[in-house]
């Protein structure tokens, strides 16, 4: 399922509509832990940090947002059409793919995941990678509820 066609997600990150895109799969593994479904926004900010726009976010229920600390502060809750699904479990995979446009890479643009699991606490910035060329294909490691993070292309 692609939650974002090449044109949203270039208009999402102020990029020209024109751009090359690059198809990207992003999967992330879940830790085991005990309890609910983990809610997960990913999303990509560019060299300063700045919020550019959503990639996915399994959450589909509003009231958790404001848990995902980092991405809710950065859009106000604020979601596009076609980039929600539903919180993913304990040890489980979320795999999404999206197209980015080649501008994105190699030019300080990072991917974030923030989560959150009920009774369990918020996790911002639990995994922060850099867009980079090289960095495809290689899992990054998480700080809480994310396992790990990788891409491909």
Do not use: C, N
């Not at 270039?10 to 830790?31: C, I, N």
């Not at 950065?74 to 489980?92: E, F, M, N, Q, Y």
């Amino acid at each position: 399922m692609k939650p974002m066609t090449a044109l949203m997600t270039l208009a999402a990150l102020g990029t020209p509509a024109l751009a090359q895109a690059r198809e990207v799969t992003l999967t992330t593994q879940m830790t085991d832990y005990r309890g609910e479904g983990a809610f997960v926004a990913i999303y990509v900010t560019d060299e300063q940090g700045a919020y550019q726009g959503t990639l996915w976010l399994a959450a589909p229920k509003a009231k958790w947002w404001p848990h995902l600390t980092d991405w809710y502060r950065a859009t106000g809750g604020a979601v596009p059409d076609g980039v929600t699904g539903a919180s993913v479990g304990s040890g489980r995979t979320l795999s999404v793919t999206v197209d980015l446009a080649d501008a994105l890479f190699d030019a300080g643009y990072q991917i974030r995941v923030d989560s959150s699991v009920e009774d369990m606490g918020d996790a911002p910035a639990d995994v922060v990678v850099p867009l980079t060329s090289a960095g495809a294909g290689q899992p990054v490691a998480g700080s809480g509820f994310v396992q790990s993070l990788r891409y491909d292309m």
